[in-house]
């Protein structure tokens, strides 16, 4: 198969999409695919061109052996609603404006949604290649803009809804990250062929031995020190507040520490909230190398999985969730909905704990339970391990969207 790939995000970038988009690319070329990938240069999320791609725009690089054309946007520093408008409709632009240039011939249109903007480039190139379009949705747009309660003129509502309508009859698949979304889109277009594709985990980079007292030992993490460590993107979606306000109400807890690694839009504020409350239990780490994670997920007693209370989170499953079950750690999540569901679904017994979200009493409580137990959580991490590895497998679920392209490719598909 010949495929493109069209999202605004992809690495050096690190987030969900980022590593689910990259993931399946390298394993679809392995595979014997020609993969090739169009994107935005890299800015998020400081929102800024990384140094290292200052003036490439509309270039080619090669990452992975895989050709990556990029293309500028504009890239506000201050996100606005307006310019996260400019923002994505400028890479929408420039992408259908170079992307005949800068793409080889391809088969199979590959489009990461949101943003939905993003859908008239795709269709465009798809027409103009004579390809088939796969959209994947990881969020419904508009939908969850007007949950998160986006002010916009009616008009712009209408033609949002139209430009849903008409990217979704446009694919010949749509695959999606969530059981809900999935739902969502067949009781609105029944008539629509949708594949659920879902957040898991490279397990091979869990497989090796993993340093987890080389980690404790150079953060200073005692073996009496419990702690509740979290890695990712640090956003309003994560409302990572109710873990300072639980840090706060655990502060004689001397033994408890909160982890934080990454970086992202909130970190700035939060530091500075732990700093004016005097909080020395939690502390942000910054963004390190991705290929660090395994080690430094192992070596946190529990993983923390926070989420926002918001309508889109309840559907939400988190990429970080089956990272740190790959380390076999035990799972603290802020949820609800389908996330929740997965670590009550774990056919051995329970790999976690979940408490509603933007609840810190609750979530301090809960870790009250933790510290007050702490000999069940090695055989929770083990049984949260077994089961990512069964089930949540990236190279598994690859396998699955390949021969679903295939499909579509077949003599005897229907258009």
Not at 313 to 320: E, L, M, T, V
Not at 344 to 360: K, L
Not at 385 to 397: A, G, K, L, Q
Request: proline share 7%; hydrophobic share 40%.
């Amino acid at each position: 198969m010949r495929i493109a790939i069209l999202t605004q995000y992809y690495p050096p970038e690190t987030g969900a999409p980022q590593n689910r988009l990259s993931d399946l690319a390298k394993r679809l070329h392995r595979r014997g695919h020609d993969v090739q990938v169009l994107t935005a240069l890299p800015n998020y999320p400081g929102n800024e061109i990384f140094p290292e791609y200052i003036g490439r725009a509309n270039m080619v690089e090669y990452m992975d052996d895989l050709p990556v054309a990029r293309v500028g946007l504009y890239v506000p520093r201050r996100r606005t609603i307006t310019r996260r408008f400019l923002n994505y409709v400028s890479f929408a632009l420039n992408s259908y404006v170079h992307g005949p240039r800068l793409l080889n011939r391809f088969d199979l249109l590959f489009l990461e949604s949101p943003p939905l903007f993003l859908g008239l480039a795709a269709m465009s190139l798809a027409r103009r290649f004579r390809a088939r379009l796969v959209v994947n949705v990881s969020d419904l747009w508009p939908k969850a803009l007007m949950d998160l309660g986006l002010k916009a003129p009616k008009l712009c509502w209408k033609a949002m809804f139209w430009l849903e309508r008409r990217l979704y009859r446009s694919a010949a698949l749509i695959t999606v990250q969530t059981q809900g979304i999935l739902n969502n889109i067949k009781s609105r277009f029944p008539s629509t062929h949708v594949l659920l594709f879902p957040n898991g985990v490279a397990t091979e980079a869990y497989k090796r031995p993993l340093d987890r007292s080389g980690i404790r030992r150079n953060f200073g993490w005692s073996a009496s020190d419990i702690v509740f460590g979290y890695t990712g993107v640090i956003a309003p979606s994560q409302a990572m507040a109710q873990v300072i306000e639980a840090a706060s109400r655990l502060k004689d807890y001397r033994h408890v520490h909160f982890a934080i690694f990454g970086d992202g839009p909130s970190r700035n504020h939060l530091e500075s909230e732990i700093q004016n409350r005097g909080l020395s239990n939690i502390r942000f780490y910054g963004h390190l190398p991705t290929h660090m994670m395994p080690d430094i997920q192992a070596a946190f007693d529990v993983g923390l999985v926070p989420l926002a209370n918001t309508d889109a989170n309840r559907g939400a499953r988190p990429s970080k969730m089956f990272e740190l079950m790959a380390a076999a750690r035990p799972i603290l999540l802020c949820a609800e909905g389908e996330a929740v569901q997965i670590l009550n679904d774990a056919p051995d017994g329970p790999i976690g704990i979940a408490v509603p979200p933007e609840q810190p009493d609750l979530l301090a409580e809960a870790i009250r339970k933790i510290v007050s137990t702490p000999h069940v959580l090695e055989p929770m991490g083990q049984r949260a391990r077994e089961y990512v590895f069964r089930t949540f497998n990236r190279d598994s679920i690859a396998k699955t969207v390949e021969q679903a392209l295939q499909n579509l490719l077949s003599p005897g598909h229907k258009a």
